[in-house]
């Protein structure tokens, strides 16, 4: 990874510095904090460690840039061709981002390459839309010339999974409505988005619009969620740390958005093809893992069938080829941190001390943050850690009753971001899927392959960009008609 990063600096201006009105600068107190190659454990350059006086001085200048500034005074159309260059300029660097994607984060350099960055210029590309619809309309003949401006600022606190992507989706959105925004990035993996920032710059983002943070400090969240300044707080990433800013944002009353991780189960009927329900749950359980929003940390498995699917599942963990991130044939990359690393092993410790079974086999951890997945049969009452992030290499096995299924998946009390559902019986299906409510449901999908028959379905319950719409629709911004006789 240090090759990688290495070659970057001397073509970007970023080192490691923070963004903050237009410039890239050191923190305040000079603080830096060391940065680690998942792929081998090895210290990899080090990034500003940004304060409380850096998070003043954020939000003043993306205080600066919006509401009457040269960014929220912008034309909606002028503002969504900037936005579609920023995404033309992150296919043009494509290359670079998922370098750093992949290095940093440990996510396999194919995965980044062939679903994150696409994506990303996507983000942006869909905002463009939006922002392109919104200068003018027309109604019974009378001319309204509207737009939006911000009214004040947003802030984006990310966690370490798909840095990249929820970097773009975010801050697309902020852009689009004309919010300053300051970014605190994923404290492990903030390198991919600081290279953004700066095509961000490229595009012609006035200064401030936009600035990024990367922090290892309570101060500096603390700092900005309750800043008065601060007219909105968006948060992508897991519980733990989306509980710590719910609280903060809770004491100042502020508007917040959560887009937390829920659970994701797969689920084997006994009536299933097993082969293809093997095959398409080690997809969503292994090889979405690590950062995946839609990884199954969860598997519930058919009684009659318990034995033969975690034995086939297991064949398809053991042919992933494991290894750095970087490498073209890496199909299962790292864990993103040494934390990570550490709540893997304390999870699938007590897992063993309690006497669960445990199936797969870690790798060498002198690797890097290597292991491979662990299937942990795990008792009703009982979960181990889910709220890390660790966890979605770790899954959780439960055997189920169909009779029972619906009650068994309501018992978890936490939000079902994926259901991953396998069965020929597409009465069953419907009516699970109807009951759950999950965010997005698949029926015998497999990635890549078309739906064979009216027993196959995808549904997704919500906007597909829903975290887009939250930001959009966040409360930052406020709308102006006037209309002509």
């Not at 603390?222 to 990433?237: I, N, Y």
Request: net charge negative; glycine share 10%; hydrophobic share 45%.
């Amino acid at each position: 990874m240090s090759s990688v990063l290495e070659s970057d600096r001397d073509a970007t201006s970023t080192d490691g510095r923070l963004l903050i009105a237009g410039s890239w600068q050191r923190a305040t107190d000079g603080a830096t904090y060391v940065l680690f190659d998942p792929s081998s454990g090895e210290p990899a350059g080090s990034v500003a460690d940004a304060g409380a006086a850096d998070v003043e001085r954020a939000v003043a200048a993306a205080h600066g840039a919006a509401g009457h500034g040269p960014w929220g005074r912008l034309d909606a159309l002028e503002r969504s061709r900037v936005l579609w260059r920023i995404g033309d300029l992150v296919l043009d660097n494509a290359e670079r981002l998922a370098a750093l994607e992949a290095a940093d984060s440990g996510r396999p350099i194919s995965l980044v390459r062939s679903i994150d960055v696409p994506l990303a210029a996507r983000f942006f590309q869909v905002l463009s839309s939006w922002c392109a619809m919104q200068g003018m309309a027309f109604d019974g003949g009378t001319e309204a010339r509207g737009g939006h401006a911000s009214g004040g600022v947003v802030a984006l606190v990310h966690s370490v999974e798909l840095p990249l992507l929820q970097h773009a989706w975010h801050v697309a959105a902020a852009l689009g409505v004309g919010a300053g925004a300051v970014v605190l990035l994923a404290e492990e993996s903030p390198l991919s988005s600081l290279l953004l920032g700066e095509l961000v710059q490229q595009a012609g983002v006035p200064d401030g619009a936009l600035n990024l943070l990367t922090s290892t400090r309570t101060d500096a969240i603390e700092c900005l969620v309750r800043h008065p300044d601060v007219m909105r707080v968006q948060f992508c990433g897991d519980a733990r740390h989306g509980r710590a800013v719910a609280l903060a944002a809770a004491d100042v009353v502020k508007p917040l958005g959560l887009d937390v991780a829920g659970i994701s189960p797969e689920v084997i009927c006994a009536d299933a093809d097993l082969d293809e329900a093997c095959r398409g749950a080690a997809n969503a359980l292994f090889l979405a893992s690590t950062q995946g929003r839609d990884a199954g940390v969860e598997l519930y498995i058919e009684h009659g069938v318990v034995d033969e699917v975690l034995a086939r599942i297991g064949e398809l963990a053991g042919e992933l080829e494991a290894g750095p991130a970087l490498a073209p044939s890496t199909r299962l990359g790292p864990l993103a941190s040494a934390a990570q690393l550490a709540r893997f092993h304390a999870q699938t410790a007590t897992a063993r001390a309690r006497g669960w079974p445990v199936l797969g086999h870690e790798i060498d951890t002198a690797q890097g943050y290597s292991v491979r997945p662990a299937l942990i049969g795990v008792d009703e009452a009982d979960e181990i850690g889910l709220d890390s992030p660790a966890a979605n290499r770790i899954v959780h096995v439960r055997s189920f009753q169909r009779a029972a299924l619906e009650t068994q998946l309501r018992a978890r009390r936490r939000r079902i971001d994926t259901l991953g559902l396998w069965t020929r019986n597409r009465g069953f299906a419907q009516r699970l899927t109807g009951a759950l409510g999950a965010a997005t449901s698949r029926v015998n999908f497999l990635p890549g392959n078309r739906f064979r028959d009216l027993s196959d379905f995808y549904t997704r319950n919500r906007f597909p960009d829903h975290a887009l719409v939250a930001a959009a629709s966040s409360g930052v911004r406020r709308r102006t008609v006037m209309g002509e006789r």
